[in-house]
């Protein structure tokens, strides 16, 4: 009897969802505490694999190691070859690829505005940041099975190999622009990127996060070289 | 033999798609591929199954007058312990999911079944009629991958079948297909096993 009344009393639902929330929350928390060691040490060394990815072809053609052979030693070859650096006026990160004091190419990172929300990416760059080697995108929110394509493989090989930076000596230097082609139109030049069908605002939102991207990384470098 | 029952009806009997309508964003959103059918769909068996099991526990205390709120705190539970799990330990596939994981939570199955069922049933039961209800729910939208997948990538689980002759539909890839092939099941389900008149 007495049970039943305090189950009718405004009360009761109050305190029944109070130790609920505790409950399935304490059972999260914990959870979350338990795996957050190893969700971060895969978090930290995907990256890692990711830059000694981008970073493997310029250093195979250095030391003659082949890129397969770089990976599998990770990560003894990632604290062989590269090193975090920073370029002044920057915020992105940097990382160069350095073999007997010199740096043979540069990876950093980029980010920009998808169509739902922010994209993050790694750009490889030859060591004058004139050529782009390669880019990776590990981190964005595209639609998926349309825009979320942008991560496939096929995509991302386009922009191996692209002489990126226009030089003229009257206006200065300037970055190429990327050309948007329909996805399976054979490319005539390496500027022409064929677009993720069904997807044109993605797509057209990588493009434009490497343009501004790779202009402010180029400028910020060629005014350190001048110093 | 009840057991079988429960499953049955909520399998196909009562297939939450094609007889009662829920379920139908993500039937459209994520069925342009069938890895990602399939990966949905073992999300929402699992989580039906659990929070279908956890409400029925639950039922005799929880207040009728917050029960939703109950329910779902039980299944956004769930969908983010296989969250987590998934990320500490099958780290390479939850990078594949990426946001579907957290979808499930929106899936108005996992409250219809919670609100219509397992408030009611017993516990087993009630876990019986949640894999049941997800199995039903996989099925369909493992047919609309199959037919999006084929005619708008050429290829059936990632894996090419068609050669290089096909060309592959836009259409299929992006949204209208689905609402077409969906509707189109809906409509042949009907007529052909329950005689709805047209």
């Given at each position: 009897m007495n049970n039943s009344s305090f189950k009718d009393s405004n009360i009761y639902p109050i305190l029944f969802m109070l130790v609920t929330c505790m409950f399935f929350v304490g059972i999260l928390a914990t959870m979350y505490r338990g795996s957050e060691k190893r969700i971060d040490e895969y978090n930290r060394n995907s990256y890692q694999k990711l830059v000694l990815d981008l970073l493997s072809e310029s250093i195979s053609d250095k030391t003659g190691i082949s890129p397969d052979d770089i990976m599998g030693n990770y990560p003894k070859s990632y604290g062989n070859y590269v090193k975090e650096s920073t370029l002044p006026g920057l915020n992105n990160r940097i990382f160069a690829a350095v073999i007997d004091s010199e740096t043979i190419g540069y990876c950093v990172e980029i980010k920009g505005k998808g169509l739902w929300g922010s994209m993050k990416a790694l750009v490889a760059l030859s060591s004058d940041m004139k050529n782009l080697k390669g880019l990776s995108i590990f981190e964005q929110m595209e639609t998926p099975g349309l825009g979320a394509r942008i991560g496939e493989e096929w995509f991302l090989t386009?922009?191996?190999?692209?002489?990126?930076v226009k030089e003229d000596r009257v206006a200065g230097d300037y970055l190429n622009s990327f050309e948007l082609i329909p996805e399976g139109k054979q490319a005539d030049?390496?500027?022409?990127i064929q677009q993720v069908t069904g997807a044109t605002i993605t797509t057209a939102s990588v493009t434009k996060m490497l343009r501004d991207e790779l202009n402010s990384i180029y400028h910020a470098f060629k005014g350190q070289a001048k110093l | 033999m009840k057991l079988k029952e429960i499953f049955v009806t909520s399998a196909f009997?009562?297939?939450?798609?094609?007889?009662?309508?829920?379920?139908i964003c993500s039937a459209l959103a994520v069925t342009n591929l069938m890895m990602n059918s399939l990966i949905m769909g073992l999300g929402v068996i699992f989580s039906l199954a659990l929070s279908g099991f956890t409400i029925s526990l639950l039922r005799n205390w929880t207040p009728r007058s917050v029960r939703m709120m109950v329910q779902t705190l039980v299944i956004a539970s769930y969908v983010i312990m296989v969250d987590i799990f998934l990320k500490a330990y099958l780290p390479d596939i939850s990078k594949q999911l990426g946001p579907y994981v957290g979808l499930i939570i929106t899936n108005c199955i996992l409250m219809g079944r919670a609100e219509a069922f397992a408030s009611q049933n017993k516990p087993f039961e009630s876990m019986i009629d949640g894999i049941g209800a997800g199995l039903g729910y996989t099925l369909v939208l493992l047919v609309i991958g199959f037919i999006r997948e084929l005619f708008g990538?050429?290829?059936?689980f990632g894996i090419k079948?068609?050669?290089?002759?096909w060309t592959n539909w836009s259409i299929m890839v992006m949204a209208p297909s689905a609402f077409f092939i969906l509707a189109l099941l809906i409509w042949f389900i009907n007529v052909k096993y329950y005689k709805a008149k047209v």
């Open positions: 386009q922009f191996r190999d692209i002489r990126i030049n390496p500027l022409q | 009997r009562e297939n939450s798609v094609w007889r009662q309508i829920l379920g990538f050429g290829s059936i079948v068609l050669g290089a002759w």
